[in-house]
């Protein structure tokens, strides 16, 4: 499985924004980059995906590295509702669209 | 009701006891998915649904087993399981199987294995 490595932890104050970092080292051509995250009682929820180009949406946006080895999910402004538990997760194109999830980064937000 | 539903959302069942999870997606899409997020551990993949076909088990034992009658409904048939089986189990589907494809996940059945 193509890994992913991610801080324990991270925490950020309201309003601010929140950088959370991604190393894909081993990460080939055709692989996606996904960020889920799992807000506390919840399932999984999506929050963006790229391939190669930085991505933005309503919720967050993604910055790739130019070698792709690394990836950045930023969110604008935390809010106490983004305090989740954020996947990085590699997804093979030979894989079909099996996730393999990590451990992920608990972001813990303060008021 | 929209996108993926879950029932029931607690279960606690003994070890001799037959239950079934059941999971429904209104979204229309044609690839469903089984998850298990035990304790301290990130989730697992368990079963793969594409149109209705299994294209994925992930050496889950045989004393969980899948059911996909139609696109739209995925059941997990549990029996004689063990208090280790005690965990979240996550469904899931997304439009096709695609590598890009999101996953919409349902809010999970909290299992306990008494």
């Known amino acids: 499985d193509a890994k992913t490595t991610q801080p324990n932890s991270m925490e950020s104050n309201e309003e601010e924004p929140v950088h959370l970092p991604c190393n894909h080292s081993?990460?080939?051509?055709?692989?996606?980059i996904h960020w889920y995250r799992q807000l506390p009682s919840q399932g999984p929820e999506y929050v963006i995906h790229g391939l190669t180009s930085n991505v933005n949406n309503r919720m967050a946006s993604l910055a790739i590295a130019e070698d792709r080895k690394s990836s950045t999910l930023i969110l604008h402004r935390a809010t106490l509702r983004d305090a989740a538990v954020y996947y990085c997760i590699l997804s093979p194109l030979e894989y079909g669209n099996k996730l393999v999830f990590g451990a992920g980064t608990i972001l813990r937000v303060k008021s | 009701e929209t996108g993926v539903t879950q029932t029931p959302r607690h279960l606690v069942m003994g070890m001799t006891n037959k239950k079934s999870l059941k999971c429904e997606q209104h979204?229309?899409?044609?690839?469903m998915y089984w998850y298990k997020q035990s304790a301290k551990k990130p989730l697992e993949l368990m079963f793969v649904?594409?149109?209705?076909?299994?294209?994925e088990n992930n050496s889950v034992p045989s004393r969980f087993s899948p059911e996909c009658p139609n696109s739209s409904h995925l059941f997990l048939h549990l029996h004689t399981l063990q208090p280790e089986d005690s965990a979240l189990y996550l469904c899931a589907s997304s439009q096709e199987m695609a590598s890009g494809d999101t996953q919409y996940f349902g809010p999970g059945t909290r299992l306990t294995v008494l």
């Open positions: 081993t990460i080939s051509g055709t692989d996606y």
């Open positions: 649904y594409n149109f209705k076909e299994q294209t």
């Open positions: 979204l229309g899409h044609n690839a």
